[in-house]
């Protein structure tokens, strides 16, 4: 555990044109920080960038992952890295991390995390995960069942563009496939505030999960899932499962009135099934869902509005962003007005940081348990006091 002396906060970029923007500061031995970094795959891959971060903050900690498009400030990019370097005056901090394998270990890789960060004052926890490998639902469960009730989690899931073929996740080691980080932080001095918010509306029948097994989806009303599916997209199927960034499905379980959206992972054509990012509740029902650009801007100034509630009136010091790669297909060229909304509410102070994802982790609201997310902007504020 490292107990912070100097409050910091610091933004570096790293694009190819460039280089660092701002230059990387001279080191200083033996100071400790936390370093949220967010990055195109290949420039994670080749671990050139982060060891220069470790050199220039050496005992620094990093957790970060690839992503399908980098935020710093109110500013979206691609094929760069974003270095947020914290320092907290009475907040503690510690690090976790785990390899997953198949999708039904998730929960277990959620309850070792929880064994490793787990005490009396742990407050928050902020996860960073696989995108491919994992069922994010059983991950959120997994951590939920290993700390308090009063303990909040939020996070997300590594993106890969909308490639869909390798994700990143960097801890202290380097970045890697197949691994799970997050970090504890602990104490009375920090406040923590999430939303998490959509924009997307339901079209089309509601149908009844008829066969799913975790989060692979085979059957909707007693049909292929897949072929259903491939009906509505028309044109678009040929592009799965990239494509269905753009009509994700809102499941929701029996007997229960709130939905949340799911997004596809990957297509079997020989099962004709559908692997998602999280649980599909057989029993329950599925539904299409579209969007536009206004309503995902909007989506993303209320689950600001949101978050800022859990801080009981003080300003945040800094915003952590997670918010879907389908939000950002869809925006496209406007994508910057979903982070500028956001800003809007936050205020000029706040550090701001994050990425493009493949999932997003946060509850539905403050006290919930966590949950994960498809095609929202989740955002998690901090502030000390």
């Known amino acids: 555990m490292q107990e912070q002396k100097v409050m910091q906060h610091a933004q570096y970029q790293w694009i190819q044109s460039r280089g660092w923007t701002p230059e990387l500061p001279a080191a200083e031995a033996g100071s400790q920080r936390l370093i949220f970094t967010f990055g195109a795959k290949q420039l994670l891959k080749d671990r050139v960038l982060t060891g220069e971060l470790q050199d220039h903050f050496p005992g620094a900690m990093l957790i970060g992952g690839s992503t399908s498009g980098e935020i710093a400030g109110d500013e979206v990019t691609d094929d760069s890295l974003v270095a947020t370097v914290i320092g907290f005056d009475h907040t503690n901090f510690r690090a976790a991390h785990a390899t997953i394998g198949e999708g039904q270990a998730s929960f277990e890789v959620g309850k070792e ?31 939920a069942s290993g700390v308090a009730s009063t303990v909040s989690v939020t996070g997300g ?21 197949q691994c799970v980080a997050a970090i504890g932080f602990y104490g009375d001095h920090l406040k923590i505030g999430y939303g ?14 008829t066969r799913a097994e975790g989060n692979v989806l085979y059957e909707l009303d007693g049909r292929s899932a897949l072929d259903l599916y491939k009906t509505y997209l028309g044109q678009h199927a040929e592009k799965l499962p990239a494509s269905a960034l753009l009509f994700p499905i809102a499941v929701t379980e029996a007997n229960s009135k709130v939905s949340v959206v799911r997004t596809i992972l990957s297509v079997d054509e020989q099962n004709k099934s559908m692997t998602f990012a999280g649980d599909i509740p057989q029993g329950g029902t599925a539904q299409l869902m579209k969007t ?45 007005e979903e982070t500028e909304a956001v800003r809007e509410v936050l205020g000029d102070d706040a550090t701001i940081a994050g990425f493009y994802s493949y999932g997003e982790l946060a509850p539905f609201s403050q006290g919930e348990a966590c949950r994960l997310h498809n095609q929202t902007m989740t955002i998690t504020v901090f502030s000390e006091h």
């Open 196 to 209: 998490s918010m959509g924009g997307w509306e339901s079209f089309g029948p509601i149908r009844e999960i």
């Open 292 to 336: 536009n650009v206004d309503d995902l801007v909007e989506g993303a100034r209320a689950a600001a509005e949101t978050s800022m509630k859990g801080l009981g009136g003080q300003k945040p010091d800094l915003a952590l962003l997670v918010s879907c790669v389908g939000r950002k297909l869809v925006m496209d060229q406007r994508t910057e």
């Open 157 to 177: 899931l590594s993106g890969d563009g909308a490639n869909f073929a390798e994700t990143l996740v960097v801890d202290e080691s380097g970045a890697s496939p």
């Open 113 to 143: 995390l929880a064994r490793q960060l787990n005490d009396d004052t742990l407050r928050h926890v902020f996860v960073m995960s696989d995108g491919l490998k994992v069922n994010g639902s059983e991950l959120a469960k997994g951590i």
